[in-house]
């Protein structure tokens, strides 16, 4: 039995552009080319994202530090810190891709046709 092999990250993102491209297809093309940017910046921040929730849960969320010579704490790590910005960032991206999304049909049913309604 074949395994399958692991995507890189460039693979990943790519795969990602294109689900979030089918999500927009209706999308006028003027309009997705203005997008384009916004649509590579989500696809890499939805991608990245787990990388960082994985560095995380080996790491920890906080960090120790020392300030001088008898000050000593705890602190939030960089990657908590990148994560919760990511998270921000790509939560407006993926609002603003939907508030230029075209309205979608609703699809009546086939039993409301056969019905007449």
């Given amino acids: 039995m074949a395994t399958r092999r692991e995507l890189t990250k460039e693979e990943k993102i790519k795969k990602e552009i294109s689900r979030i ?4 297809k ?16 989500a696809a890499f921040m939805a991608v990245s994202l787990p990388e960082l929730e994985a560095t995380i849960n080996e790491n920890g969320f906080v960090v ?15 990657e908590v810190k990148t994560l919760l910005a990511m998270q921000k960032n790509l939560c407006t991206a993926v609002k603003t891709l939907a508030d230029i999304a075209p309205a979608t049909k609703k699809k009546d049913s086939r039993l409301k046709d056969i019905m007449g309604e």
Avoid: C, H
């Avoid at 491209?21 to 927009?24: M, S």
């Avoid at 209706?26 to 910046?41: G, Q, Y």
């Fill in 21 to 24: 491209k089918r999500a927009l």
């Fill in 26 to 41: 209706d999308l006028d093309k003027n309009k997705l080319t203005v997008v384009e940017p916004l649509i590579k910046t």
């Fill in 64 to 78: 120790e530090y020392k300030n001088g010579e008898n000050q000593y704490g705890t602190k939030q790590s960089d």
